[in-house]
DNA sequence: CGACCAATTGAATTGATTCAAGGTCCGTGG
DNA sequence: CCACGGACCTTGAATCAATTCAATTGGTCG
């Protein structure tokens, strides 16, 4: 995928985070002011076993987290774009690892003791819940082309673009995420082109021309 | 499944509760005293849509969370049993529903504002995630013989019995759990059956001959 | 240009599902 | 007490969706 050394517009990032979530927001206020430092492409952010506790915003780029099982399979929990908080852990170590995934850059928020801010921790720690309980179903009961409409429709919504979205992550990352080989993603993808559904203008861009008809296939 | 409308004797579950998560203790101990109610088998606890906010303790029996897609499928999140705290929600609706399994005591939360009170909410909120966490990998990256091991493995670990494991759900739900049908779960026992790894003395009842087979099959 | 990596596409295979037929268990009522 | 009915479970055979294996294309960079 391409490697992006430059940062976007910081403003349209800070933007987009208050819209998103004011949670965020009043996290960043209460949490005392930290460096933002980049990853580069397929970096790790944080390892497995490695020791939890920090939190961790996407200001720029794109993270996955990932698993893998004992013999290598990799399942990738969730992306995280700019605005989002990721690093949540129950135990003393990281059972799962962080990635960069595209270049990112990103910012530790040290755990300011207040009450404000255990509210917001928990509030996001919810809300990836919530996200990841949502996931299941898509893993556990949909199929492949359902999964992919899911995935598109979910990406539409968090970038707030007008229907052509960036892929940052590849079809490898794709896949390991939906549960599928990166050769049913390329044939799921050619599938909806195919309907007419989407347009696939690079390898990294996907415009959707029919948003109404994926969000039926994966209601 | 079988009804089961008495209680089993609540000194053991207490125990229980209290080696299996100190935050759950400390939870009731800084909630207000609530009355336990039981739910007969097969019956609502709360629906999608409900108002979300309170928690509640499984006493006794089985409670499964569940999501429906829109034709139907269903997925269960997860099973809880008694110790185990349930019904966190990101927003202000349920946007899964709860269910007794096989006849529930459940006592409700309700929340007393107070420091160490957050404080175990999120540490056990943290606990619902990891375990989510765990489950994408099982459903997104594990075979059908596989996922009936870890499912095996993880109830052995929660029950802890000597090995013989109580099945309080029936087929359909194991399927729904594990993203399966349940005839792919009933010939999945029988292929444990005839490796010699477990038992199946009753219906509800497994035993398991070589657990640490079991768990090199998961891992 | 050539090397390399990612993505696409095709063909064969397979693990799980679907469809269908019995079997088991249990409660109910004659 | 036993026959019946219904719900759940098991098992078999056929099917299918997704994977695996393999070949090719496309894009990027030195």
Redesign the pocket.
């Known amino acids: ?3 992006q050394p430059s940062f976007r517009h910081p403003a349209a990032i800070d933007a987009s985070m208050r819209v998103r979530n004011a949670d965020v927001s009043c996290l960043i206020g209460e949490a005392q002011a930290c460096a933002i430092s980049y990853y580069r492409p397929d970096t790790a952010i944080y390892g497995q076993g490695d020791p939890a506790g920090t939190l961790y915003l996407v200001v720029t780029g794109t993270v996955r987290i990932c698993q893998v099982t004992g013999d290598g399979r990799r399942q990738i929990n969730s992306f995280h774009f700019p605005g989002e908080v990721f690093g949540f852990e129950a135990g003393a170590e990281h059972e799962s690892y962080a990635e960069s995934v595209d270049g990112a850059g990103i910012r530790v928020l040290r755990p300011v003791s207040g009450e404000g801010f255990g509210h917001s921790i928990l509030k996001l720690a919810l809300q990836s819940l919530g996200r990841t309980q949502h996931h299941l179903v898509l893993l556990g009961r949909m ?3 359902e999964k992919m409409a899911a995935f598109l429709t979910d990406l539409l919504e968090r970038q707030d673009s007008d229907g052509l979205l960036s892929l940052p992550m ?3 990352d794709i896949a390991d995420y939906l ?9 799921v ?2 599938t909806l082109k195919d309907r007419d559904l989407i347009r ?1 203008p690079r ?1 990294d861009q996907i415009e959707i021309l029919d948003a109404d008809a994926l969000a039926t296939l994966c209601e």
């Open positions: 995928m391409f490697i199929s492949a082309v590849q079809r490898n549960g599928l080989t990166f050769e049913t993603v390329s044939r993808l050619r696939v390898i």
